[in-house]
């Protein structure tokens, strides 16, 4: 009888410890899913309106929020406004690099193209065709391809009949003249952009060099230009 009686004193105070447990037990259950809810959430991207992302030089990203919907517009922002990239052809972009100008300083596409085509070509003296050409046949072909210009066949000749220039004021189109020995013209080229002419060059064929290197700049006598 004693017995059951302490089993009945026992009972409520099990029950009451177990409950506690229990009560503790989904707190802690309850807390774990809000930290968890609230890292998911963290995770999640938030778009704000009016943010601009820079990942490259060239290269704006926008984004703009428009009824819960995000877009992204992707922006060229070219130093001149003026200029609209999509336009510039291939050939402008590959003389830019190795003129290093600005792109939109090339505006002459025919001049550019003609290059191209004559790039490489290889030396002869005496040559003005497409399988070889010596430095005024390369000229001789440019001002009459390009500027619907005739001027004479040779280098000495050319300088004899273009208006003489300043180099400082020298523009593209016009010829730059060189005397390897002697006393007279043995070399001419054309006058691109940035110090940079193009030529027939004995060593290389037809390729672009610069005043400036020392070899030419020792050889250096004048420029001329043929627009009246």
Not at 43 to 72: C, H, M, Q, W
Request: net charge positive.
């Amino acid at each position: 009888m004693k017995r059951v009686i302490h089993l009945y004193l026992l009972c409520p105070v099990v029950l009451f410890y177990s409950c506690r447990s229990f009560k503790n037990l989904t707190a802690r259950d309850v807390s774990s899913s809000e930290q968890r809810q609230k890292k998911n959430n963290s995770n999640e991207a938030v778009f704000l309106d009016n943010v601009s992302l820079t990942p490259g030089s060239n290269r704006i990203i926008s984004t703009e929020v428009s009824n819960t919907k995000t877009t992204y517009r992707p922006s060229i922002n070219p130093s001149n406004k003026n200029v609209e990239i999509e336009n510039v052809s291939r050939v402008q972009l590959k003389y830019a690099v190795l003129l290093d100008v600005p792109v939109e300083q090339l505006s002459n596409i025919l001049l550019l193209q003609a290059i191209d085509h004559w790039w490489g070509t290889k030396y002869c003296l005496g040559g003005s065709t497409e399988q070889c050409t010596d430095c005024s046949g390369f000229t001789q072909n440019l001002m009459r391809d390009v500027y619907a210009i005739t001027i004479p066949r040779t280098a000495q000749e050319q300088y004899n009949s273009s208006m003489h220039v300043k180099t400082n004021e020298l523009q593209q189109g016009d010829l730059v003249f060189f005397q390897n020995s002697g006393h007279n013209i043995s070399h001419v080229g054309l006058y691109v952009a940035n110090n940079k002419f193009v030529h027939a060059s004995v060593s290389n064929g037809v390729m672009i060099s610069d005043l400036n290197e020392t070899y030419w700049k020792q050889r250096y006598k004048g420029a001329g230009t043929l627009f009246k």
